[in-house]
């Protein structure tokens, strides 16, 4: 009898230790971390590392991995664009594609845009940012004012005045693995492009066409979501190499905020395009 009394005394104490522990909202803190305590759908992000930032207050909404150092890829054309706009060098003169810019590019890469042709300094800014074309990255570097290794100093240089401490550049490009960075020091990087009216404008431009002696040349944007009437987006940049995975940057209005999204390395074509669909559907179920 007394056997059977210990153990119920021992089921309520059991019951009462457990109804005292507080609910969670299904979210991993080492993964992602949630906008809201109230809302406990859980947010399922397919992108090594990921950050939304409200630009407005300042809070992180979503975070996972933020602090990792990995690969940019071509995202590292904004702050090539960045430095290029800082010198004011003047924009109509006349850049030629040359020898040097093709390497490493395949054969259909070099019809799209050949050996000898001629470019203004802005078109050539807007086709790297807009179509991320690597002839053109690289033609901006090698006209910046002091040469290519002049243009990478500066880079580096921006990033060390702008606070960005896990970010390093080798190229103007980003195939070059070593241009690292973090999601936490992109949104800086990114919040810092949206002050460039021209990045802004050429980095959400939906095509181009240009006329170059006797063709005429069309490139698109890469970002395939600012052709999608549904987002409204002020700045983009993807990027992608082997070593990077995809990986995509906006600035956009989202459920009446204004957020910089940072995603890398996302495996298969559609991943980052996925995880801001997701991020997106999910902060506007927040708003209802």
């Known amino acids: 009898m007394a056997s059977k009394y210990c153990r119920t005394i021992m089921m309520v104490v059991l ?17 992602i971390t949630p906008v809201s305590q109230r ?31 990995l690969p940019i890829a071509s995202i590292t054309k904004l702050m090539t664009a960045m430095v290029v706009l800082d010198t004011g060098i003047n924009l109509e003169e006349s850049l030629t594609i040359e020898q040097g810019d093709m390497f490493g590019l395949r054969r259909r890469a070099r019809a799209l845009l050949p050996l000898g042709t001629e470019l203004t300094r802005r078109d050539t800014l807007l086709i790297a940012l807009m179509a991320s074309d690597n002839r053109c990255a690289r033609a901006l570097g090698r006209t910046y004012p002091g040469g290519i290794d002049a243009c990478i100093a500066a880079m580096n240089a921006k990033a060390r005045s702008l606070g960005l401490t896990e970010t390093r550049f080798e190229d103007s490009t980003g195939l070059s693995s070593g241009n690292v ?9 990114v919040d810092t492009a949206c002050q460039y009216n021209l990045i802004r404008e050429f980095t959400t431009c939906k095509k181009t066409v240009i006329p170059s002696g006797r063709r005429i040349l069309e490139f698109h944007n890469t970002n395939r979501l600012v052709q999608n009437p549904g987002w409204q987006i002020g700045l983009s940049k993807t990027g992608f190499i082997g070593a990077a995975g995809r990986c995509l940057v906006m600035q956009a209005n989202v459920a009446q905020r204004s957020l910089i999204i940072v995603l890398l ?19 506007e179920g927040l708003s209802l």
């Open 39 to 69: 809302d406990s759908r859980k947010l399922v992000l397919r992108s090594a590392a990921a950050l939304v930032k409200d630009q407005e207050t300042g809070e992180f909404l979503i975070e996972k991995q933020a602090t990792a150092v």
């Open 15 to 31: 019951c009462v230790g457990m109804l005292s522990v507080p609910a969670t909202t299904g979210f991993s803190k080492s993964s």
């Open 265 to 283: 390395d996302s495996q298969g074509k559609l991943t980052r395009i996925g995880d801001a669909n997701r991020i997106k559907h999910w902060l």
């Open 181 to 189: 960075s973090s999601a936490r020091d992109l949104v800086r990087l």
